[in-house]
C-alpha cells in the first residue's frame, strides 16, 4: 500500500487576516458580545495569529452565522499595475543626514537604489505603478534606516544584511498573488535597519494607537481594583 500522503500544515494568517479579525472582535464588542477586557485579550491574540485557524476561533463565538463568510479570510486584494510605458519611473532615493520618501501615486523604475546615511527615506507602494512585472530595490542604511509600506497583494522576496542593526521584515503570504507582478527587497543595514510591513500607513498606526489605547484602559481598570 501506497503511504498517505502527509497532511498539509495549517495556512498561516496573513496581516490583512489580522486587521479583519480586529475589526470583527471591535464590531462584536460595539455590539456588547465581548466586555472590553474580553476585547483587550482578543486583539492582543490577534495581532499575535500564526494561523487561519487561530484567528477563526477568536471569533467564532461573535460572528453571527449569517455572518460566517465575513471570518478572517484574504480582503479582496487589487494587483499593483504594471505600465511599460510612461518613462522609467523612480531610480533613486537618497536621505543623508536627514528625511526623504515616496508615497501616493508614484512610479517605480525596474531597478530602484534607495540609500540611508545617517538619515532615513521612506517607501509607501500602496498607490505606486510598476514599469516591469519584476522589480528590484535595494535598501542601503548607514546609520540610518528606512519604512517600506507594501499592498497586501503584492508578491515580494526579501534578502536582508545587517551589521550592529536590525532589519524587521513583517509580510504574511510572501506569494499571496500567483502569476502577479513581483518586488525583490535586498536589505544592507549597517548600524541602523529597515522596516517592511504590508498594508497603508494609516492602519498600521491606527492599529497601534487602538492596542495603546486598550492598553491604558486595562490598566486604568486594574489599579482601580
Given at each position: 500500500?501506497?503511504?498517505?500522503p502527509?497532511?498539509?500544515?495549517?495556512?498561516?494568517?496573513?496581516?490583512?487576516?489580522?486587521?479583519?479579525?480586529?475589526?470583527?472582535?471591535?464590531?462584536?464588542?460595539?455590539?456588547?458580545?465581548?466586555?472590553?477586557?474580553?476585547?483587550?485579550?482578543?486583539?492582543?491574540?490577534?495581532?499575535?495569529?500564526?494561523?487561519?485557524?487561530?484567528?477563526?476561533?477568536?471569533?467564532?463565538?461573535?460572528?453571527?452565522?449569517?455572518?460566517?463568510?465575513?471570518?478572517?479570510?484574504?480582503?479582496?486584494?487589487?494587483?499593483?499595475?504594471?505600465?511599460?510605458?510612461?518613462?522609467?519611473?523612480?531610480?533613486?532615493?537618497?536621505?543623508?543626514?536627514?528625511?526623504?520618501?515616496?508615497?501616493?501615486?508614484?512610479?517605480?523604475?525596474?531597478?530602484?537604489?534607495?540609500?540611508?546615511?545617517?538619515?532615513?527615506?521612506?517607501?509607501?507602494?500602496?498607490?505606486?505603478?510598476?514599469?516591469?512585472?519584476?522589480?528590484?530595490?535595494?535598501?542601503?542604511?548607514?546609520?540610518?534606516g528606512?519604512?517600506?509600506?507594501?499592498?497586501?497583494?503584492?508578491?515580494?522576496?526579501?534578502?536582508?544584511?545587517?551589521?550592529?542593526?536590525?532589519?524587521?521584515?513583517?509580510?504574511?503570504?510572501?506569494?499571496?498573488?500567483?502569476?502577479?507582478?513581483?518586488?525583490?527587497?535586498?536589505?544592507?543595514?549597517?548600524?541602523?535597519?529597515?522596516?517592511?510591513?504590508?498594508?497603508?500607513?494609516?492602519?498600521?498606526?491606527?492599529?497601534?494607537?487602538?492596542?495603546?489605547?486598550?492598553?491604558?484602559?486595562?490598566?486604568?481598570?486594574?489599579?482601580?481594583h
Amino acid at each position: 500500500m501506497p503511504d498517505a500522503p502527509e497532511p498539509r500544515p495549517p495556512l498561516r494568517a496573513s496581516d490583512a487576516d489580522r486587521e479583519r479579525t480586529a475589526e470583527l472582535l471591535r464590531e462584536a464588542a460595539g455590539e456588547g458580545r465581548l466586555d472590553v477586557d474580553e476585547l483587550d485579550e482578543r486583539l492582543t491574540a490577534a495581532y499575535a495569529g500564526r494561523t487561519r485557524s487561530e484567528l477563526e476561533r477568536l471569533v467564532a463565538d461573535v460572528v453571527a452565522d449569517d455572518d460566517a463568510h465575513q471570518r478572517p479570510v484574504a480582503t479582496p486584494r487589487g494587483r499593483m499595475p504594471v505600465r511599460r510605458e510612461g518613462g522609467p519611473g523612480t531610480r533613486n532615493v537618497v536621505a543623508v543626514m536627514g528625511g526623504s520618501g515616496r508615497n501616493g501615486h508614484w512610479r517605480l523604475a525596474e531597478h530602484v537604489l534607495v540609500a540611508n546615511v545617517m538619515g532615513g527615506a521612506d517607501l509607501d507602494l500602496n498607490e505606486a505603478e510598476l514599469s516591469a512585472p519584476e522589480t528590484r530595490i535595494t535598501v542601503f542604511s548607514l546609520m540610518g534606516g528606512s519604512e517600506l509600506w507594501l499592498p497586501d497583494g503584492l508578491n515580494v522576496e526579501v534578502e536582508d544584511f545587517a551589521l550592529m542593526g536590525g532589519n524587521d521584515v513583517k509580510l504574511g503570504e510572501r506569494r499571496p498573488d500567483p502569476g502577479g507582478p513581483v518586488v525583490r527587497l535586498r536589505l544592507v543595514s549597517i548600524m541602523g535597519g529597515t522596516d517592511v510591513k504590508r498594508g497603508t500607513r494609516r492602519a498600521w498606526r491606527e492599529a497601534r494607537d487602538e492596542r495603546k489605547r486598550l492598553t491604558r484602559e486595562a490598566r486604568a481598570r486594574r489599579r482601580l481594583h
